[in-house]
């Protein structure tokens, strides 16, 4: 045993500060709270984002932006997606049940046919929505669109 391996016994000491015991603690008075103000009060939690008075950042940073609440969310899927659809699964038309069947949709969503890519299967579409070009895509070769009715 060294004077630099020595310590006290397990349990001898305590952790933590012991707060409101008395004066003579070092920790009495005010209980180091420091005089008045809500911080010192029983109960006082600070509110989230508060800073000290100071105009809180999500007050300061500026707002922009606009979501319509009667907005219709779609599910977008390209003519390239329908290209690879078609060569893999060999289907002759493509329905919301297949989009689904394949994960490209679920049972719920409202589908947008988009114009991206290439098609080249002569196949019948049909869909809740069309863009133009996919609409102009789609009978270029040789298919036909069916829009559904919205549920």
């Known amino acids: 045993m060294k004077l630099h391996n020595l310590k006290p016994a397990d349990g001898s000491i305590k952790k933590g500060k012991r707060i409101a015991r008395g004066q003579g603690s070092g920790r009495g008075g005010t209980s180091t709270r420091g005089h ?26 500026p707002k922009f932006g606009f979501r319509s609440p009667n907005r219709i969310e779609t599910r977008p899927v390209n003519l390239d ?20 069947k394949n994960g490209l949709a ?7 046919i988009l114009g991206r890519g290439k098609l080249t299967a002569k196949i019948n579409v049909s869909s809740h929505y069309f863009s133009a070009s996919a609409i102009k895509a789609i009978e270029k070769s040789g298919g036909k669109i069916t829009k559904l009715i919205n549920e």
């Open 106 to 112: 679920q049972n719920s969503d409202l589908i947008k």
């Open 81 to 100: 997606t329908l290209q690879k659809l078609c060569d893999s699964s060999k289907a002759k038309s493509i329905t919301p049940d297949l989009l689904v």
């Open 36 to 61: 008045k103000g809500a911080q010192s009060r029983s109960g006082y939690s600070r509110k989230a984002g508060f800073e000290g008075g100071q105009m809180p950042l999500q007050r300061r940073v």
